[in-house]
């Protein structure tokens, strides 16, 4: 039999379980009144746990000891690198080159209201996971039952492999435009991206952390040279920043899209709910005392900084997407839009705008650039995808399993759409075929809107309690804006939805709309379900002083 010595439960602290043979068996640790519990390291494929949110890098990066301004910011600079990938993945690039193409610069203004949304949204799941001490998946645990638990992570999980199908579409055509590789081969090839993960695992988080803003800055580079010898107008793409009622105007339809749609697109591939997940549980890397006051502050604080620099080059990347659609091609000159048809654009002079641009394109460089951007990209959403995938898993309904093997799950499921994909389209034209793939990465992002409310609005419920937060409970201005972004995001995924299940054509149009209309209601009833309860559960967060406000009380009184 297991002796466990239960401290005060408003502390949070941690201690050895110890077996009837004196033999350390795991470790345990209270937070919020909860008793967490890990297990020691075994050769289980499936492990239960209840500990730490990835506990194998969980508080394991010292901060420096003199704490100035600049070495604090370095130290805390990272995580909001890998958040920031989720933001310029493959699924990003086709609305926001497409937005370009079709309305020059008019789509501007909705690349920024969405990524200020981004960097609330992930502001506040930051900020939650270095005051819990809890990931999002746990806390939504925490103050559920059982039956939602598993609905929310079977939820989550589709989100997480949609997200993936992009990454395997973007990562095996890169392959095939540099190497030449057939797609099919390709496809596979990117199940390997597995080994590069397992190698990352044993450097140490910081290095992960330094080569993925690495990669980014290459993607930032490419576009960055591409768009300036574009010679792109730039008055009128600061001018696209300012929002105006043509980003929701129904027409004119080009290319398929009309403003509207092309916005919703935008929005769609930007904000997405497995970054909440990942940086609530990356942002409590960084080894504080939690009962230093001072120390949590500085932690919210830097981690806050390098979240919007991190969001901000994320705007850059997605607003360089947009200008390169409406400066790098001539106007309605690119009929495929999919990865193969801007890559045989970038090489083509009679779609290109410059002269300048055309010279440079006939050595090849632009379109290899390209290519070389995409795969930088997919393998970046590689890394962050997995571990948000153990996030859930762990969270949800506390299992375990190698991140390797969990990889390894997550891509080969998510490379069956894209085999079928391509197999059914093999007696097509080649702009069938690419046209294929394009709906299948757009159509897997919907999957996306089934899951952001259940990430935002429990979110919004706990970072606004006091007794969860104390002194870090959102402020009156950021729940107003919260809450607006939260119903905003909600209404426009669930206003998209009888036009995406139309567009799938699997299904009749008499039977597609209302088989979109009866999933609305029942997101609407689920959703009502999950923020009841997690309302429920902070009540009790409250009444019980089990949170962050109890804990606050006592720092204060210790030190005084």
Same mark, same amino acid.
């Given at each position: 039999?297991?002796?466990?010595?239960?401290?005060?439960?408003?502390?949070?602290?941690?201690?050895?379980?110890?077996?009837?043979?004196?033999?350390?068996?795991?470790?345990? %640790?209270?937070?919020?009144?909860?008793?967490?519990?890990?297990?020691?390291?075994?050769?289980?494929?499936?492990?239960?746990?209840? /500990?730490?949110?990835?506990?194998?890098?969980?508080?394991?990066?010292?901060?420096?000891?003199?704490?100035?301004?600049?070495?604090?910011? *370095?130290?805390?600079?990272?995580?909001?690198?890998?958040?920031?990938?989720?933001?310029?993945?493959? /699924?990003?690039?086709?609305?926001?080159?497409?937005? &370009?193409?079709?309305?020059?610069?008019?789509?501007m203004s909705t690349i920024l209201i969405s990524s200020l949304m981004a960097m609330l949204l992930q502001y506040m799941a930051a900020k939650l996971g270095i005051v819990t001490r809890l990931d999002l998946a746990q806390a939504i645990r925490a103050r559920t039952g059982k039956a939602l638990g598993?609905?929310? *992570?079977?939820?989550?999980?589709?989100?997480?492999?949609?997200?993936?199908?992009?990454?395997?579409?973007?990562?095996?055509?890169?392959?095939?435009?540099l190497f030449h590789i057939p797609l099919v081969p390709s496809v596979f090839i990117t199940v390997l991206d597995v080994l590069l993960l397992l190698f990352l695992t044993k450097i140490g988080f910081r290095k992960i952390e330094a080569l993925v803003s690495c990669l980014i800055l290459v993607i930032? %580079?490419? %576009?960055?040279?591409?768009?300036?010898?574009?010679?792109?107008?730039?008055?009128?793409?600061?001018?696209? $920043?300012?929002?105006?009622?043509?980003?929701?105007?129904?027409?004119?339809?080009?290319?398929?899209?009309?403003?509207?749609?092309?916005?919703? &697109?935008?929005?769609?591939?930007?904000?997405?709910?497995?970054?909440?997940?990942? !940086?609530?549980?990356?942002?409590?890397?960084?080894?504080?005392?939690?009962?230093?006051?001072?120390?949590?502050?500085?932690?919210?604080?830097?981690?806050?900084?390098?979240?919007?620099?991190?969001?901000?080059?994320?705007?850059?990347?997605?607003? $360089?997407?947009?200008?390169?659609?409406?400066?790098?091609?001539?106007?309605?000159?690119?009929?495929?839009?999919?990865? %193969? /048809?801007?890559?045989?654009?970038?090489?083509?002079?009679?779609?290109?705008?410059?002269?300048?641009?055309?010279?440079?394109?006939?050595? &090849?460089?632009?379109?290899?650039?390209?290519?070389?951007?995409?795969?930088?990209?997919?393998?970046?959403?590689?890394?962050?995808?997995?571990?948000?995938?153990?996030?859930?898993?762990? /969270?949800?309904? !506390?299992?375990?399993?190698?991140?390797?093997?969990?990889?390894?799950?997550?891509?080969?499921?998510?490379?069956?759409?894209?085999?079928?994909?391509?197999? $059914?389209?093999?007696?097509?034209?080649?702009?069938?075929?690419?046209?294929?793939?394009?709906?299948?990465?757009? !159509?897997?992002?919907?999957?996306?809107?089934?899951?952001?409310?259940?990430?935002?609005?429990?979110?919004?419920?706990?970072?606004?309690?006091?007794?969860?937060?104390?002194?870090?409970k959102n402020k009156l201005i950021w729940q107003i804006l919260g809450w607006g972004c939260g119903l905003i995001l909600t209404f426009l995924n669930l206003y998209n939805l009888p036009a995406s299940f139309v567009s799938f054509h699997i299904f009749p149009k008499n039977i597609a709309k209302p088989?979109?209309?009866?999933?609305?209601?029942?997101?609407?009833?689920?959703?009502?379900?999950?923020?009841?309860?997690?309302?429920? &559960?902070?009540?009790?967060?409250?009444?019980?002083?089990?949170?962050?406000?109890?804990?606050?009380?006592?720092?204060?009184?210790?030190?005084?």
């Amino acid at each position: 039999m297991n002796h466990l010595f239960i401290l005060p439960r408003q502390l949070s602290c941690s201690f050895p379980i110890v077996s009837h043979k004196t033999k350390i068996i795991g470790e345990a %640790f209270i937070c919020s009144g909860k008793v967490f519990l890990t297990q020691k390291k075994n050769s289980k494929f499936l492990q239960y746990t209840n /500990g730490r949110s990835l506990a194998e890098i969980n508080n394991s990066i010292k901060l420096p000891k003199k704490k100035t301004f600049w070495r604090m910011l *370095w130290a805390y600079t990272g995580p909001g690198a890998l958040v920031a990938v989720g933001y310029m993945d493959p /699924g990003n690039w086709a609305t926001s080159i497409t937005g &370009g193409q079709s309305f020059q610069y008019i789509l501007m203004s909705t690349i920024l209201i969405s990524s200020l949304m981004a960097m609330l949204l992930q502001y506040m799941a930051a900020k939650l996971g270095i005051v819990t001490r809890l990931d999002l998946a746990q806390a939504i645990r925490a103050r559920t039952g059982k039956a939602l638990g598993i609905i929310l *992570w079977l939820m989550t999980e589709l989100a997480i492999m949609a997200t993936d199908i992009a990454e395997v579409i973007g990562a095996a055509i890169a392959l095939n435009l540099l190497f030449h590789i057939p797609l099919v081969p390709s496809v596979f090839i990117t199940v390997l991206d597995v080994l590069l993960l397992l190698f990352l695992t044993k450097i140490g988080f910081r290095k992960i952390e330094a080569l993925v803003s690495c990669l980014i800055l290459v993607i930032l %580079f490419v %576009f960055a040279y591409e768009v300036a010898l574009a010679n792109p107008n730039w008055h009128a793409a600061l001018i696209g $920043l300012i929002p105006t009622s043509k980003i929701l105007q129904r027409g004119p339809v080009v290319g398929g899209i009309s403003p509207l749609t092309g916005s919703l &697109g935008i929005i769609g591939a930007t904000v997405m709910p497995h970054n909440l997940y990942l !940086h609530s549980s990356i942002s409590q890397t960084r080894r504080i005392d939690h009962n230093n006051l001072n120390l949590i502050r500085d932690a919210v604080k830097y981690t806050a900084l390098d979240s919007n620099i991190q969001l901000t080059l994320a705007f850059f990347v997605n607003a $360089l997407l947009l200008i390169m659609g409406a400066a790098v091609f001539k106007n309605g000159e690119v009929k495929d839009s999919s990865f %193969f /048809g801007l890559y045989q654009a970038l090489s083509n002079s009679k779609m290109l705008s410059d002269p300048l641009l055309i010279h440079v394109a006939k050595s &090849g460089i632009l379109s290899t650039l390209f290519a070389v951007a995409l795969l930088a990209s997919g393998q970046n959403s590689t890394i962050t995808g997995t571990l948000t995938g153990q996030i859930i898993m762990e /969270g949800y309904i !506390h299992l375990k399993m190698p991140l390797w093997a969990r990889r390894l799950v997550t891509r080969l499921l998510s490379v069956l759409p894209v085999l079928i994909c391509v197999s $059914l389209t093999a007696k097509d034209s080649t702009l069938e075929q690419h046209f294929a793939l394009n709906m299948l990465m757009e !159509h897997s992002q919907v999957f996306l809107a089934f899951a952001l409310p259940f990430s935002i609005f429990p979110l919004l419920i706990m970072t606004d309690n006091k007794a969860e937060m104390g002194e870090f409970k959102n402020k009156l201005i950021w729940q107003i804006l919260g809450w607006g972004c939260g119903l905003i995001l909600t209404f426009l995924n669930l206003y998209n939805l009888p036009a995406s299940f139309v567009s799938f054509h699997i299904f009749p149009k008499n039977i597609a709309k209302p088989l979109a209309y009866v999933t609305i209601v029942v997101i609407v009833l689920l959703l009502l379900w999950t923020c009841i309860e997690i309302y429920i &559960g902070d009540r009790k967060v409250k009444i019980k002083h089990l949170g962050f406000e109890a804990k606050e009380e006592k720092i204060e009184e210790a030190e005084k």
